[in-house]
């Protein structure tokens, strides 16, 4: 699918002019999943060849293959990162998939209360779909050994991967939930994943980062809707259900084994020890996984608000619920009389939920609450809307007489809280996702005009479709070592090695300190190289050739006194160790490979052939010589470059082009010229040619 | 240029006292640490006491009362108000310390120097954070960086990074490498070449054995004793070294399914172990794994009974059982009692898993040979009774009238003074409310008082005819009737999370377990009486070492690999901290300090550097390669200034050019291996590689010890022939050439 480039330009940083922006510099971020959909929560983001994953969850609403996020549009095993915000199955479930069947082979983050649930879910999710779906997308061992490969992380804990620093707040929303905080290079995103400002019975608001991120991919569930205040949510649910039992119906609630569910609970618990009148009508919870969680709830109580835990510090555990009783299978239950009854799934599909509901569907005193939201496609979903009749499981048509109420305690955030969420952190850069296509839409409308005049950008991509975003972050280096003894003044010129950190940060140091400041991991290196080469004659021949041969040939100081040894160029150490041959030493770089290369040659023909070499006079003549021929190569070349070159006076060159002309000097490259490009252009010309003219200075400062 | 850097011990240097240092970084001062020993002496803290008020921040590093001991004192008596940073465990589990420390020591005497409310509030301000959390502090420390870090030893314990511009200064006290049953092993060792290094030279001159091997010891001789009658104590501290211990034995019990009972008797057990069972994030990854795939908690101690009060103790006889009671000082608290009881029957074993601190009582016994009897002060709290009560009654009669009357006076200016500002916030009902729930805490302590009608509510004692206060309510009136305010409608979100609170009773820090409670809240006024006693010892005393530290041997190899470049070296004792003192400066080129205490040294970094901003143009022009986990790439620039900023610019004339660089780190084995992929023979012959039939590939010079700087020398040589090109070249293909 070709990838339609919403291209964004950055406000907070320095945009970069167009043109030059480099690749690296750019960021990348594509919805696989939840792009203007709800369910598959899956956001792939690179920047600086490095790739960030944030959730993969499958959608409720498909089934198999169907339900994943678009992974083939990524390269999995590019992504280094995999972050999970929560143990939701449209933000975890397609985990299994994602480690098991692709060559994703990074690393995957979650928080601890999300690792420990999540296994009990997906264990669920797998034996619940099994019974309807064909094509599973894994299967129980895909998961145990998905364990094995998720790390845990602690809120606001700094974690480094691979130069991606990443770290996490609490989000609300269910135990566990994570917001995550990227940091690759400086540049900053954060991922909200799904998140609730609202403080409830068990579960802290959601903090807000001190930082205002470059980016903030961030969820619109409820896009400008606007919740009602808990305490009349409450109210009303606790009335429907009360209202509902002492007329002698039945009261279904479907709703997700864990998360509201929990937080529900509570809040019947609580409203039944207060009306005693209540206590002999049940509060059913049907959920063996929720059971099995519970373990976890009564453990992370960290994770939790400071309510629950002064709770836990007082008395027993609140999750020790005194009037709700499990019920493991629809077999067990007693349908006889009033009762309450929480069971999941809470869309409706399939599952002990759905087949009371296909039960007490007929009957006009029984009520449905829906408690939280639902995803498009599911019978939830069907059934807020009142239709005359439903669909049951078996297929049959039925009349719908039920109750069904609406209310929302999903822990999601409404247009106040993201308005306020988003004022508070300000960022120049907001891609909304988790939401269907037209809350979306009027979200974007409403935050357009919110942040109208501040520059903020907002963007609301569809599944696939990448926004691009260019950061033109600030390179600082910290010069180290002797080579920052002292602070340089405004002209001075620094040379030494760079080094890039994994991290980006950058340090500029002198070769030699390198191992010191990769703490051993690099180090600079010198070769010795000591090579003998079979010769019998006398050293004053080499000697002799040598001098013809090269510029410098000086006698060895350093050397033992009684071993002749000559220096070629202040390189090559020519020394004669025995009788019948000469040793030659040097340190490798490659101009004294050349060198030395070149030194044994000469040596090696020194027995083939007799002398052949330039007498010393002609070499004081050819110098002469080849300034003029070295002349005459360059006027050549500049021909060849510029086309209209004359020769002036004293070696000068006149350079003529479209009008505008240069004078070359021709010995020292002065060009004098009233078009700058003109002469940068020249006097490169003129370094090039020289060099290739000229021979290789040999000195090396 | 860099930062500067200054290090005061107020205790714990060239000895084993407490731990607590003063740590000033670019003028910010930091404590690190605020211990007391278990003898809770307050000469002990002159040094701390020059300085508290000046501190600006407070680093906690393990939950026990070496580390935090002093601080509920510091807080009340010395002045010191600064924010305390702590890790959640040595929040809670510090806090379970201190209550745990007061209970004992208020049993046995008039206990004054803090009380359980300046430990509540010393502990208020704690600041928690997670490991490996960035903490940025603000104002006065703007641009610094704390950050804690696992130390292993106690749960929670930290090991606290400090980074101002980039240096690092780390304060690693009792750390432990060693992964253990409940805890994850220090990542100290992670740490890249920091600026500072203070750690301690506690275990320098102690060498351990196998852990397997230890925690074996430890069982077979707890069941030598049992097996044959005998019973055994072993001195705990509250919350620390005790759970490792506690998972030990709960687990070898459960294996071999054995029957003798195990008390784990502090006053504050039972919510020690509740608050631990919810720390499995901050313990080793095996433990939070198993919880993760089965949800088995191995803190449910399933062979372990967990006691508050020594009836309980008492009730179960002779038969043999473990004990394991606090404090490991054997001063005061349940241990003390129980030694006193136990030392008599040569049958019984103390068994003591840490070195006893300094003057005490545990101490004195782990000399060798131990004493054959020791002087002790056996005390009990006892009610009053008959004239005693009689006159302490009047006296709290008065103290009581006296209070109520400053009370009255305080609460009447208070009420004209919000009077005068605010009528709406001299509501009356709002007095009752806001007051009631303060004193509820607080009235426990005074007992009822007659004078006050309504909680909160104190008349003048000036008024002849008390009345409540009565406000007249000024309505405005306007057209359309009174002007109503709809905020006065408004469902309010606070009141219903008030209701949700009720019952949760002081909200505080949770809970002091119901027997300490009622130690607490029994206001049966009640006296001390002692007497002084000599315990004949003829138990068997033994020493194993189970306090979770690096041995000496551990710390070396440690410090070696840190590499600070600058040392500095407390808490331990004289001969300790010298031999390691040697040991660094023998081994290593770095700095190392040993201050005394109240000994100011300047650990200032001498480290040049310098930041310059690296320009765009600069930066497209160079090619780095890359190596491992860096990128390298060599740098020809000129100097530039934007923004009064330095700047790298592409030079303006080409460089001279630059010797060339090779890199590469290169080991001769891993070269050998390559060769032999190669097709080459290859051996070592006497420290130097030979390849093929002439050539040898050999590495001189010394410098490459680690962390040593300066770069290697290799040697090439052979007579000229084509191997030796070849062997060259693929010697080349190690390294990158810059």
């Known amino acids: 699918m070709a990838s339609v480039a919403a291209a964004l330009r950055s406000v907070g940083k320095r945009a970069a002019p167009g043109g030059d922006r480099e690749d690296g510099d750019r960021m990348v971020i594509t919805p696989l999943g939840a792009g203007n959909e709800v369910g598959r929560s899956c956001v792939h983001m690179s920047y600086r060849g490095r790739a960030v994953l944030f959730d993969c969850g499958v959608h409720p609403g498909y089934s198999g293959v169907a339900a994943l996020p678009y992974f083939d549009e990524i390269d999995p095993a590019a992504v280094d990162v995999l972050l999970v915000t929560h143990f939701h199955l449209d933000h975890a479930a397609a985990l299994p998939y994602f480690l098991e069947k692709t060559a994703f082979k990074g690393r995957v983050f979650m928080t601890h209360a999300t690792k420990a649930i999540y296994q009990l879910l997906l264990l669920d999710y797998v034996r619940v779909s099994k019974a309807s779906v064909d094509d599973m997308l894994f299967d129980e061992q895909d998961i145990h050994r998905s364990m094995d490969r998720i790390e845990t992380v602690d809120f606001h804990q700094a974690v480094e991967v691979n130069g991606i620093r990443f770290w996490c707040y609490a989000a609300g929303h269910v135990l566990g939930a994570a917001m995550f905080a990227v940091d690759i290079a400086g540049a900053r995103v954060l991922y909200t994943g799904d998140y609730s400002r609202e403080e409830d019975r068990h579960l802290p608001a959601a903090e807000t980062p001190p930082f205002s991120p470059d980016v903030c991919v961030i969820e619109s569930t409820y896009g400008i809707q606007q919740h009602q205040p808990r305490d009349v949510r409450e109210r009303r649910f606790t009335e429907i259900v009360s209202s509902t039992v002492s007329q002698g119906g039945r009261v279904l609630i479907p709703a997700y084994a864990l998360g509201r569910a929990q937080e529900l609970l509570l809040i019947l618990d609580e409203y039944w020890s207060n009306h005693p009148e209540l206590h002999k009508i049940p509060i059913h919870y049907a959920s063996a996984l929720a059971k099995r969680c519970m373990a976890v709830y009564q453990t992370h109580m960290s994770s939790m608000n400071e309510n629950i835990r002064n709770k836990f510090g007082c008395s027993s555990n609140p999750f020790n619920f005194k009037h709700v009783e499990s019920l493991n299978s629809i077999d067990s239950f007693h349908d006889v009389g009033p009762s309450v009854v929480m069971a999941s799934p809470g869309g409706l599909q399939s599952g002990l939920s759905r087949q009371l509901f296909d039960r007490w569907?007929?009957?006009?005193?029984?009520?449905?609450?829906?408690?939280?939201?639902?995803?498009?496609?599911?019978?939830?979903?069907?059934?807020?809307?009142?239709?005359?009749?439903?669909?049951?499981?078996?297929?049959?048509?039925?009349?719908?007489?039920?109750?069904?109420?609406?209310?929302?305690?999903?822990a999601h955030a409404d247009f106040p809280q993201t308005s306020a969420f988003l004022g508070e952190i300000r960022p120049p850069n907001i891609v909304l996702v988790h939401g269907e296509a037209n809350e979306m839409a009027r979200l974007k409308q409403r935050l357009v005009s919110q942040f109208d005049g501040t520059n903020t950008n907002v963007v609301s991509p569809k599944n696939c479709q990448s926004v691009e975003m260019f950061f033109r972050s600030e390179k600082v280096a910290k010069a180290v070592g002797s080579l920052a003894e002292k602070v340089p003044n405004v002209g001075d010129s620094v040379s030494g090695l760079l080094l890039t950190t994994k991290g980006f940060t950058y340090q500029v140091m002198d070769p030699d300190e390198l191992r010191v400041y990769t703490r051993a991991q690099l180090s600079s290196a010198n070769i010795t190289q000591r090579i003998s080469v079979p010769y019998s004659g006398s050293f004053e021949v080499v000697r002799y050739r040598l001098n013809q041969m090269y510029e410098s040939v000086e006698e060895s100081a350093v050397q033992e006194s009684d071993v002749p040894a000559l220096v070629v160029h202040q390189r090559v150490t020519v020394s004669r160790d025995s009788e019948t041959s000469v040793t030659l030493q040097w340190s490798s770089d490659p101009i004294s490979d050349m060198v030395s290369d070149s030194v044994v040659a000469v040596i090696l023909n020194i027995s083939r052939k007799g002398p052949k070499g330039v007498r010393a006079e002609e070499a004081a003549r050819t110098k002469e010589e080849t300034e003029r021929m070295a002349h005459k190569v360059v006027h050549a070349l500049m021909v060849s470059l510029f086309g209209d070159v004359k020769a002036g006076q004293e070696g000068e060159l006149v350079i003529s082009v479209d009008g505008d002309v240069a004078h070359l000097d021709g010995k020292s490259g002065d060009v004098e010229c009233e078009n700058a490009a003109l002469k940068e252009r020249i006097e490169t010309a003129f370094r090039r040619i020289q060099g290739a003219v000229r021979p290789i200075p040999l000195s090396a400062s | 240029m860099g930062t500067s850097v200054q290090v005061t011990p107020l205790s714990g240097a060239y000895g084993e006292s407490p731990l607590c240092y003063l740590l000033a970084v670019d003028g910010f001062r930091f404590l690190l640490d605020c211990g007391w020993s278990d003898l809770c002496d307050p000469s002990q803290l002159e040094p701390l006491a020059k300085v508290a008020p000046t501190i600006d921040a407070v680093l906690l590093s393990h939950p026990d009362m070496m580390h935090l001991g002093a601080l509920p004192y510091a807080m009340k008596h010395l002045g010191l108000s600064a924010p305390v940073y702590a890790t959640e465990p040595v929040f809670r589990l510090g806090l379970l310390t201190m209550y745990d420390h007061f209970l004992?020591?208020?049993?046995?005497?008039?206990?004054?120097?803090?009380?359980?409310?300046?430990?509540?509030?010393?502990?208020?301000?704690?600041?928690?954070?997670?490991?490996?959390?960035?903490?940025l502090l603000r104002d006065k420390g703007e641009g610094i960086v704390i950050a804690p870090h696992v130390a292993g030893h106690l749960l929670g314990g930290t090991v606290w990074k400090i980074t101002k511009d980039g240096e690092d200064v780390i304060y690693a006290v009792d750390f432990n490498h060693r992964k253990e049953t409940h805890l994850n092993g220090t990542v100290l060792t992670s740490f890249v070449r920091p600026a500072v290094l203070i750690t301690d030279a506690y275990n320098a001159l102690n060498n351990q054995g196998y852990k397997r091997k230890q925690d074996q010891n430890f069982v077979d001789a707890l069941l030598k004793v049992l097996a044959s009658g005998g019973s055994v104590l072993l001195p705990v501290d509250t919350a620390g070294r005790v759970l490792e211990l506690l998972l030990i034995l709960d687990e070898y019990w459960g294996q071999r399914n054995l029957k003798y009972p195990i008390h784990f008797l502090t006053n504050v057990s039972t919510s020690t172990i509740d608050f631990v069972k919810s720390f499995l994030e901050w313990m080793n990854d095996s433990i939070s794994k198993e919880f993760e795939q089965n949800r088995d908690n191995p803190f449910l101690l399933k062979n372990v009974s967990l006691i508050i009060n020594k009836e309980e103790l008492e009730k179960l006889g002779d038969a043999p059982k473990v004990v394991l009671a606090s404090m490991a000082s054997l001063e005061v608290g349940f241990s003390h009692d129980i030694f006193v009881e136990m030392a008599n029957d040569t049958k019984n074993l103390v068994l003591f898993t840490e070195k006893g601190q300094f003057g005490t009582l545990a101490r004195m016994l782990q000399v060798d040979p131990p004493p054959k009897a020791v002087k002790v002060t056996v005390s009990k709290r006892i009610p009053l009774v008959g004239d005693e009560l009689k006159a302490y009654e009047e006296e709290q009669e008065r103290i009581k009238k006296e209070e109520s009357l400053k009370a009255s006076r305080i609460k009447e200016e208070e009420l004209k003074a919000s009077h005068g500002l605010n009528a709406k916030a001299s509501d009356p009902m709002t007095i009752d409310g806001s007051s009631s729930r303060k004193s509820s805490n607080a009235g426990s302590h005074f007992g009822a008082n007659v004078d006050i009608l309504i909680d909160g509510f104190v008349p003048p004692s000036t008024s002849v005819a008390p009345m409540f206060p009565f406000f007249e309510n000024t309505a405005e009136w306007d057209d359309f009737g009174e002007v109503i305010n709809p905020d006065d409608y408004m469902m309010k979100q606070e009141e219903m999370d008030y209701s949700m609170m009720h019952g949760s009773g002081d909200g505080l820090d949770g809970k002091i377990d119901e027997g300490s409670a009622r130690l607490l809240l029994d206001s049966t006024p009640s006296k001390v009486v002692s007497n002084e006693m000599t315990v004949q010892v003829r138990c068997s005393l033994a020493y194993m070492d189970f306090e979770g530290r690096s041995d000496g041997r551990s710390v070396k190899s440690v410090i070696a690999h840190v590499a600070p470049l600058k040392l500095v070296l407390v808490h331990g004792s004289a001969e300790a901290t010298e031999h390691l003192k040697m040991h660094c400066a023998k081994n290593s080129?770095?700095?190392?300090?040993?201050?005394?205490?109240?000994?100011?040294?300047?650990?200032?970094?001498?480290?040049?550097?310098?930041?310059?901003?690296?320009?765009?143009?600069?930066?497209?022009?160079?090619?780095?390669?890359?190596?491992?986990?860096?990128?390298?790439?060599?740098l020809d620039a000129e100097v530039g200034k934007e923004d009064e900023k330095l700047i790298l610019l592409p030079p303006s004339s080409p460089p001279p050019p630059h010797k060339s660089v090779l890199v590469g780190d290169l080991k001769l084995a891993d070269f050998k291996q390559f060769l032999e992929n190669k097709g080459w023979q290859v051996e070592f012959a006497g420290g130097a590689l030979r390849c093929g039939e002439y050539i040898t590939v050999r590495k001189i010079g010394d410098s490459i010890q680690k962390g040593g700087a300066g770069s290697q020398q290799l040697v090439i040589e052979g007579p000229l022939c084509e191997d030796y090109y070849k062997i060259r070249e693929l010697l080349y293909s190690q390294f990158y050439l810059l």
């Open chain 1, 361 to 410: 569907c007929e009957d006009g005193k029984n009520a449905c609450v829906i408690p939280g939201y639902v995803v498009a496609g599911t019978l939830a979903k069907t059934i807020i809307n009142e239709p005359r009749e439903v669909t049951l499981a078996n297929g049959l048509t039925a009349p719908l007489n039920m109750q069904v109420h609406y209310i929302s305690f999903s």
């Open chain 2, 104 to 135: 004992s020591r208020w049993q046995v005497s008039d206990f004054d120097l803090f009380t359980l409310d300046d430990v509540d509030s010393a502990f208020q301000n704690v600041v928690r954070l997670k490991y490996s959390q960035n903490h």
């Open chain 2, 589 to 634: 080129d770095l700095h190392v300090y040993a201050p005394q205490v109240e000994e100011t040294i300047d650990v200032t970094s001498d480290l040049c550097a310098y930041k310059v901003q690296l320009s765009e143009k600069l930066m497209s022009n160079i090619i780095s390669k890359k190596l491992g986990e860096h990128e390298i790439a060599w």
